[in-house]
């Protein structure tokens, strides 16, 4: 093998593992993209297989029940009342159904396009149609996405005129080595 030979063999495979670890590292923003476009076109099938739903759905309810038990912890009326425990025992249930009833394909749709989350959650409310959404301008959001570890990559979605507020955030983990799916979907607490 010449000289030339050699050179050109080893580029072509130095530029081969380039793409190949450019790809690697690019692929969740290619599995966001789709889950976007997924999302704005009301496309069910393909909803499906980018989103983990059991996944979402536990990652709600233990937002809600931590935000519920912030709540009754900073309120001091309830958090000296001996029926306060009980009331938590309840909503615990309330949250489990509302959670399961709500987090459907056609809601994440929805908090995915519009990049927010529900004002609330609730069993008796009817679900959204999986239809095309619209999103909120992109002048009211701006998106801040990077790794939190090699198969974890994070995107939240803050507002823009309130910088220091948490923003709505989507989680995806890496099912594959270039595939990923949502995983969990962080709503900006309540107030």
């Known amino acids: 093998m010449t000289r030339t030979k050699r050179i050109l063999t080893w580029t072509a495979g130095g530029l081969a593992g380039a793409a190949l670890v450019g790809a690697y590292l690019a692929s969740p923003l290619f599995a966001l993209n789709s889950l976007n476009a997924a999302a704005k076109t009301g496309d069910r099938a393909k909803l499906e297989r980018l989103v983990d739903f059991p996944a979402v759905r536990g990652g709600l309810k233990a937002q809600l029940k931590e935000a519920m038990a912030q709540s009754v912890a900073e309120d001091p009326e309830l958090r000296?009342?001996?029926?306060?425990?009980?009331?938590?025992?309840?909503?615990?249930?309330?949250?489990?159904?509302?959670?399961?009833?709500?987090?459907?394909?056609?809601?994440?749709s929805q908090m995915v396009a519009t990049r927010r989350a529900p004002s609330r959650i609730s069993p008796a409310e009817p679900r959204p149609q999986l239809e095309t959404a619209k999103p909120s301008p992109k002048s009211e959001t701006e998106l801040h996405y990077g790794y939190q570890n090699l198969d974890r990559f994070r995107a939240t979605y803050r507002d823009k005129a309130k910088p220091n507020e948490p923003g709505f955030g989507l989680t995806l983990a890496r099912q594959g080595f270039f595939r990923w799916k949502l995983v969990q979907i962080d709503i900006a607490p309540t107030r």
């Open 80 to 108: 000296d009342n001996p029926f306060s425990a009980f009331g938590q025992i309840l909503m615990i249930g309330v949250i489990d159904k509302a959670v399961d009833a709500y987090a459907t394909p056609e809601a994440i």
